[in-house]
């Protein structure tokens, strides 16, 4: 008996893997050779092909598509409609399956609504993508960015919150109370989160 909830609508092939508390809602499709995590959403319409690599407790929200290629870590969110690429030159007329790039969503990272991720990048840890972003290069853990093409605005907590520094290059997460250090640009945790 599965130990994950699937839709009645949805397709989920033989030779997948789907872990425990897992959700596949409505239309939504997985391929052979899929592996999804436990306690995952993978909401209305969402397609993942085989290859792919889903952690636990991600979400993924209605109308995305991870194609061969992608990888995704612990603890994601992917809004409504994000897209992923896996070739950087795509024709019609030419196959081109040698030349998938991979992308790499680290742990705890948000990717906003309609934003698109050129393949071949990684997002960082705890990045937030803001909604419509487009990333045409790798993401620093902790990044915040926006725009098309994406650019780097600020820095975020584990918890998502803007972060605001002192004189000495340290900032609070005003919901964790989790220390950040800006050194050599690139942000660190100073003490965990609890």
């Given amino acids: 008996m ?8 949805s397709c989920i092939d033989d030779g997948c893997i789907i872990g425990d508390g897992s959700k596949i809602w409505h239309f939504s499709h997985v391929m052979p050779g899929a592996i999804i995590g436990q306690n995952c959403i993978l909401g209305q319409n969402v397609f993942v092909a085989g290859g792919v690599v889903i952690g636990d407790r991600v979400k993924v929200q209605n109308n995305v598509s991870l194609y061969e290629g992608v990888m995704v ?8 409609s994000c897209v992923f690429t896996n070739v950087i030159n795509p024709r019609g007329f030419i196959e081109r399956k040698s030349e998938y790039r991979k992308t ?11 934003a698109t991720i050129i393949c071949g990048n990684t997002l960082g840890m705890y990045c937030l993508i803001g909604a419509g972003a487009v990333i045409t290069k790798d993401v620093k853990d902790f990044a915040l960015v ?7 605005v600020g820095w975020v ?11 000495h290059k340290v900032a609070i997460c ?8 800006l050194e050599d640009n690139a942000l660190h945790m100073v003490n965990e989160i609890k």
């Fill in 104 to 114: 790499l969503v680290k742990k705890g990272a948000s990717v906003g609504a309609n």
């Fill in 73 to 80: 870590e612990d603890d994601v969110f992917l809004g409504p």
């Fill in 2 to 9: 599965d130990k994950f909830f699937q839709h009645e609508t």
């Fill in 157 to 167: 907590s584990a918890y998502g919150h803007q972060l605001t520094f002192d004189e």
């Fill in 146 to 152: 926006v725009g098309n093409p994406g650019r780097q």
């Fill in 174 to 181: 005003p919901q964790s109370g989790v220390r950040y250090i």
